[in-house]
């Protein structure tokens, strides 16, 4: 089908670890390959990985004229089902050992079959598309045309090798003589990216998914010069997300294809020429080169809507449900897709519905009749019914909530894409055929909404608004983008779990509408029991620990406690990394970062000149925060809090510079690594310039070590960067604490919130903690007043009682300063001045 011998040295594959393999040497690979099938011909189920051995595998069968089937090769379970019923004379099984030779094979197959292709690839459905070698070739041919391919292009293929799409990559680039990157890494690791520029890569594709998670996770493209184009397959993918990527592209100076297509058509039927991809983010385009599309309507269809049919040399040969029908020729080169679709007036086509039984959630295109024969197989009768984003099972039984982990699982879907409900009576036509369509109206007006409200669930966009009362709060906006905080995140999460039980992991990533759709789905599922143990964010636990230290040590309950400040300062920087740093590198804006130290500065300078005033003390330094380069003031002396926003400044306005922000995008940990680096040569080096013992080295830049180190256990996200990181972060603080309990009692806690997220916590301590988490700013403000009011109502001092009521006084100071902010925000929004702000805010766009 390819002949490998035309392009020489040139190079061909490199595998996951970079190394190149040449035309001529992949050739004798794959004629090593096929000279052990060519004994006898048969069919070869070829189990794939992303991995030279599956491509050479592949492409030796088709030289031996051995017909290939292509399966996930991590189903060995599919593999032996479709063995039995197709009878192959051979099985490759992932991992690159010989073929294993069948006895049973069934030999008697067409000549002119050369693929076949599953058409719901999750499931393992024995229903497969035959392709010819003159399907596959004429569509490679027509995708290198239309995407304008030259010898020289470098594909990033993370697509599956059994997945029609991420064949045909490797088809059209193979056709012309260009090379394949088989990476094992996701669009959305920096590994990923660092390898495709080391590489030399030129283009990569993606299913709706992968665009998905690329806007979310802030990427940009200005930095890969040698990106010349992306393609979109799979599904549909929203117009908004197509418009970003297609400004992005206009402005990068590279190619954003938008494409359709299906398995039967081998696969691509349709792209939108690029420079009409902004003005139609919604169409799919016109007919590949060679291809054709006519509408077709009947009386069955809604108005104004007809079926899209196809027609073109890549159309398959048909189906193929059993061994015998591998004997099968061509059928007609035509192909009723099955979608609905309009023309305008450019003659770009627009999907406007689909007639089939498949939806294609994530990408992955799902038989819905072959769900329910799933369900059958249990001895469950259920209808099916779903969109690009549900599949929604209907039961007149009761299904035990292990179903939707089950089929999610089997489907390779999120759970939360998978929604059971039990009704009293699937409806029927007079037939006695299920009535689909009423079910797909039941299914599309059971909003999101309509099933919040009935579970007593309350409004999402509301809770929001509660605790984010200036900005405006959209379907888009979440926790971080609002920007949300560690203090914020405390409160939030107690409100949201009140309100809606056991939050999920990174929840505060989630947008308001996904946050929806996640709610409406657990109460659409089948009743379940709530987990016997409750869990507490590490970090929650730890900030309570931390001042609880402060306030015993300052009130002379415990003079040897830990150092709490200290810790407070590694959980900023880590509070940093989590919640504001992400929504910088997204947009490109530092107005998260300066809410959060808007959120510290009002009320702590509110507390510091009330309290001078109070004390006919006036010291302008700590009213400007910048106290801390003077003597100690005891009694209202906020050293620690100028500290902490002295370095939320200092790193807002490096994220202010496009280079450094550039790169910690490319190389987060990296980055974070050198910054923890450069804080403890700081922290060596000044004081041999400038000697701050007689303020208690109460300065920004022998603090900063903490802080960067939090920075740079936030952004481990592997086992090797989070080990590192704990490593490097308990030697330096063996080498720079005083004490060792200090010492002990800092590594344990942050080892912790590196490895265990959260911790299960007695319930009945564990609203406690949080309301002393979420109160800590405010509990170190004021522990010092309220402890000396209550000695003097007392008329006497006693340590633990002082205690007990600074945090009890602060955590209901922080619920008072809470409601006020509030009702303040709103009513300065009634008189417009907090519009003015709000819009200034958003409008600090950083320079690029």
């Avoid at 039995?84 to 051979?90: D, E, G, Q």
């Avoid at 305008?344 to 038989?367: E, M």
């Avoid at 819905?368 to 799933?374: A, Q, S």
């Avoid at 300065?828 to 409008?843: F, H, T």
Wanted: glycine share 8%; charged share 20%.
């Amino acid at each position: 089908m390819i002949n490998l011998s035309l392009y020489g040295d040139s190079p061909c594959l490199v595998d996951s670890d970079g190394k190149s393999f040449s035309y001529n040497e992949v050739d004798v690979l794959v004629s090593a390959y096929a000279s052990g099938l060519r004994n006898a011909r048969g069919l070869l189920i070829l189990g794939c990985r992303n991995d030279i051995p599956t491509v050479v595998a592949y492409l030796g069968a088709l030289r031996a004229n051995c017909p290939v089937m292509v399966v996930d090769g991590s189903r060995d379970d599919v593999i032996e089902k479709l063995a039995k019923t197709f009878k192959p004379r051979y099985v490759q099984h992932a991992g690159g050992a010989p073929p294993v030779i069948r006895g049973d094979a069934e030999t008697n197959i067409h000549p002119e079959l050369a693929l076949l292709l599953l058409t719901s690839g999750s499931t393992g459905a024995s229903k497969a598309v035959r392709l010819s070698c003159a399907n596959a070739v004429s569509n490679a041919r027509s995708i290198a045309e239309y995407l304008q391919l030259a010898p020289d292009e470098r594909a990033a293929l993370t697509l599956p090798l059994h997945y029609s799409y991420g064949l045909s990559v490797l088809n059209s680039h193979l056709s012309i003589g260009a090379s394949i990157w088989l990476a094992d890494a996701t669009v959305t690791d920096d590994a990923f990216w660092q390898d495709f520029k080391r590489l030399g890569c030129t283009s990569f594709p993606g299913v709706p998914h992968t665009y998905q998670m690329l806007e979310r996770n802030g990427f940009s493209s200005e930095d890969f010069s040698n990106l010349r184009y992306a393609t979109q397959a799979g599904g549909h993918l929203s117009a908004d997300l197509v418009s970003y990527f297609g400004q992005m592209a206009r402005r990068d100076g590279w190619r954003f294809y938008v494409m359709y297509g299906q398995t039967e058509a081998s696969p691509r039927m349709s792209y939108v020429p690029p420079d009409l991809v902004l003005k139609y983010p919604d169409a799919i385009g016109v007919a590949i080169p060679g291809g054709e599309f006519r509408l077709e309507r009947d009386d069955a269809l809604p108005d104004g809507a007809a079926e899209l049919v196809y027609s073109g040399p890549n159309v398959m040969m048909g189906y193929a449900e059993s061994h015998e029908d591998l004997l099968l020729g061509s059928g007609p080169n035509e192909l009723r897709t099955g979608d609905l679709a309009v023309q305008n007036s450019h003659g770009l086509f627009k999907i406007v519905g689909r007639r089939s039984r498949f939806i294609k959630p994530f990408g992955l295109r799902i038989s819905l009749d072959e769900v329910e024969r799933w369900f059958a197989g249990h001895s469950i009768v259920v209808a099916a019914v779903g969109n690009d984003t549900k599949l929604a099972i209907y039961s007149e039984s009761e299904l035990d909530g292990n179903f939707t982990v089950e089929l999610a699982a089997w489907l390779k879907l999120p759970p939360s894409s998978v929604l059971v409900r039990q009704i009293t009576t699937i409806p029927r036509s007079a037939s006695g055929k299920v009535d689909y369509q009423s079910l797909k109206r039941r299914f599309e007006e059971e909003d999101d909404l309509k099933i919040l409200e009935k579970a007593g669930l309350g409004n999402v966009t509301a809770l929001f608004e509660e605790f984010f009362p200036g900005p405006s709060v959209s379907e888009s906006a979440s926790f971080a983008s609002l920007g949300g905080d560690s203090l914020k995140f405390v409160q939030f999460s107690i409100a949201l779990e009140t309100m809606f039980g056991q939050l999920p992991a990174e929840w505060e990533r989630l947008t308001v509408g996904e946050f929806r759709t996640l709610l409406a789905n657990q109460a659409r599922s089948a009743k379940a029991a709530p987990p016997p143990i409750k869990y507490l964010d590490t970090g929650t636990i730890l900030r309570a620990y931390a001042i609880i230290c402060i306030v015993m040590h300052h009130l002379n309950l415990w003079w040897s406690t830990p150092n709490g400040s200290n810790l407070l300062l590694v959980l900023a920087g880590i509070s940093l990394g989590r919640f504001q740093m992400p929504e910088v590198l997204r947009t490109d804006q530092i107005r998260g970062i300066l809410f959060s130290i808007g959120r510290v500065i009002i009320p702590m300078t509110g507390w510091v000149v009330l309290n001078q005033t109070l004390h006919r003390e006036p010291f302008l330094p700590g009213v400007f925060l910048i106290g801390n380069y003077w003597p100690l003031k005891s009694g209202f002396d906020e050293w620690f809090l100028e500290i902490y926003v002295q370095l939320f400044l200092l790193v807002a306005a490096l994220l202010a510079i496009p280079s450094v922000r550039d790169k910690v995008r490319r190389a987060p940990f990296a980055s974070s690594l050198l910054f923890f680096v450069v804080a403890l040569m700081l922290q060596w080096l000044l004081p041999l310039v400038w000697d701050t013992s007689d303020i208690d080295n109460r300065v920004p830049h022998m603090m900063l070590w903490l802080f960067a180190s939090g920075v740079m256990i936030s952004q481990a996200n592997s086992q090797m960067t989070r080990a590192t990181a704990v490593l490097l972060f308990c030697v330096a603080t063996y080498a720079l604490m005083p004490l060792l309990s200090w010492t002990v009692s800092m590594c344990i806690g942050i080892a912790l919130t590196a490895y265990v997220p959260s911790l299960p916590f007695p319930p009945f301590l564990r609203r406690m903690v949080a309301e002393i988490a979420a109160a800590s700013l405010f509990i170190y403000l004021t522990h010092f007043q309220v402890a000396a009011v209550v000695a003097k109502l007392l008329g006497f001092e006693e340590p633990a009682i002082s205690v007990v009521a600074a945090l009890f006084g602060g955590v209901c100071i922080a619920r008072a300063y809470s409601i006020a902010e509030r009702y303040i925000v709103l009513w300065c929004r009634e008189i417009d001045l907090m519009q003015g702000i709000i819009r200034s805010a958003k409008g600090l766009t950083l320079p690029r």
